[in-house]
């Protein structure tokens, strides 16, 4: 089993604004994952990464995904589609070099 760092995004599909107690609570709830959160303002968006243990990427990322929703809705965030989703292996994470901000 090796440890996984998972990242979806949500997107708006027309539904209310989301609201800031709310992505406090999604927060909370994510935090014994080591989790972050995000949200776009251009696009009504939020993204959150978390990291767990899983026999394969794939399985990483369903189990996030399950995760992630399942608490999104519990903190009271809109149930937006999934758009986007990543998963790197931790230990491949760690190794790669923090570039500086793009100046475009």
Same mark, same amino acid.
């Given at each position: 089993?090796?440890? +996984?760092?998972? %990242? $979806?995004?949500?997107?708006? *599909?027309?539904? !209310?604004?989301?609201?800031? #107690? /709310?992505?406090?609570?999604?927060?909370?709830?994510?935090?014994?994952?080591?989790?972050?959160?995000?949200?776009?303002?251009?696009?009504?968006? +939020?993204?959150? %990464? $978390?990291?767990?243990?899983? *026999?394969?990427? !794939?399985?990483?990322?369903? #189990? /996030?995904?399950?995760?992630?929703?399942?608490?999104?809705?519990?903190?009271?965030?809109?149930?937006?589609?999934?758009?986007?989703?990543?998963?790197?292996?931790?230990?491949?994470?760690?190794?790669?070099?923090?570039?500086?901000?793009?100046?475009?």
């Amino acid at each position: 089993m090796d440890w +996984w760092s998972v %990242t $979806i995004e949500a997107q708006t *599909d027309g539904q !209310a604004p989301m609201d800031d #107690e /709310a992505l406090e609570k999604f927060l909370d709830l994510i935090e014994p994952y080591d989790g972050s959160v995000g949200v776009g303002t251009e696009l009504p968006t +939020w993204d959150a %990464t $978390i990291s767990l243990e899983a *026999d394969s990427a !794939a399985d990483g990322l369903t #189990e /996030a995904v399950r995760i992630l929703t399942v608490l999104a809705a519990d903190a009271g965030l809109p149930v937006w589609p999934v758009v986007r989703a990543e998963v790197i292996r931790a230990d491949v994470r760690d190794d790669r070099p923090i570039l500086p901000p793009s100046r475009e």
